[in-house]
């Protein structure tokens, strides 16, 4: 679906400079995700540069980019921690579990209740 890798280890020291500070602001920035404009401006980028090159980079768009980092970091506190899944969407810049849950059975298939039962059951 809109499911975004992150970039593997070394491959932002290899995009354009400007494009690796974009990434670094968004993983920085999950709980309190930055407007694509601010994050544009921040990494010395005019907005629809900013858009085109995570397109050409990732091949989706800069929000489905942003929330698929979001998602993939509360998959990984959902399975490492006890804190509660509400508590895991707010620290993933989800306004409530409801909309965390609809984008994380978007993103991976499954609810998050399931993947903490999996974990709490291996």
Not at 41 to 47: E, I
Not at 111 to 119: A, K, V, Y
């Amino acid at each position: 679906p809109d499911r975004a890798p992150s970039p593997p280890e070394g491959a932002i020291a290899h995009m354009d400079r400007r494009m690796g500070r974009m990434v670094e602001l968004m993983q920085s920035h999950m709980d309190e995700p930055l407007p694509m404009e601010r994050l544009c401006q921040l990494s010395g980028l005019d907005t629809s540069t900013g858009r085109r090159l995570i397109r050409k980079h990732f091949g989706v768009t800069p929000g489905q980019y942003y929330r698929g980092l979001r998602l993939e970091r509360a998959r990984r506190t959902l399975y490492y921690s006890a804190l509660p899944i509400g508590e895991v969407a707010v620290q993933a810049g989800f306004a409530d579990a409801s909309a965390f849950a609809r984008a994380y059975r978007r993103h991976f298939g499954q609810l998050p209740s399931h993947d903490r039962q999996t974990r709490e059951q291996s």
